[in-house]
């Protein structure tokens, strides 16, 4: 039987909604141990991500004050996102395709009901499988012009090229 997205998802991820102050947001992920925290409208659909890279490299390193600052700005998005029945071949396809370290997964309303990061396939997915995972998901984005931010995770190009250089 293919192992799915809802069964390798956290399901009822914590999410957060635009205006919630990113210090509340940062709460959310110490309180839940995770570092990405979808951004839902009213209809619980997802608008963008937050991830702690997205707060450590757009706010904190910027010497801004999280705490003035919302989810709706510093969010990443357009978010990729997986349907809950979708194979797990195809979350991995999505996730190495798109360079991401988690993904969310929604239903066929394509409300928020769970999340599936690198460590739920790790522990689900054939070993070679997760090997490329992880290696596709580090790759260097050669189409990224240095200074630029990547959207998936909010990394700087430069200290990339930088680190793989050393």
Known sequence: MTKRARDIMTSDPACCSPTTT?????????????????????????????????????VVAEGKNPIAYTAESC?????????????????????????????????????????????????????????ELVREVSRDNVTTSPGDVSPADGHDARRSRRRSRS
């Open 22 to 58: 990113l210090d509340e947001v940062a709460k959310l992920m110490a309180y839940n141990d995770c570092g990405e925290i979808p951004v839902v409208d009213p209809a619980d659909h997802i608008v963008g991500v937050v991830t702690d890279r997205d707060i450590v490299c757009r």
């Open 75 to 131: 969010m990443s998005g357009p978010v990729v996102t997986v349907q809950a029945d979708a194979p797990l071949d195809e979350v991995v396809a999505a996730m190495e395709e798109h360079q991401i370290r988690r993904v969310p997964v929604v239903d066929e309303k394509n409300s928020c009901v769970g999340i599936i990061s690198q460590a739920d396939v790790s522990r689900a997915g054939a070993p070679r499988d997760v090997a």
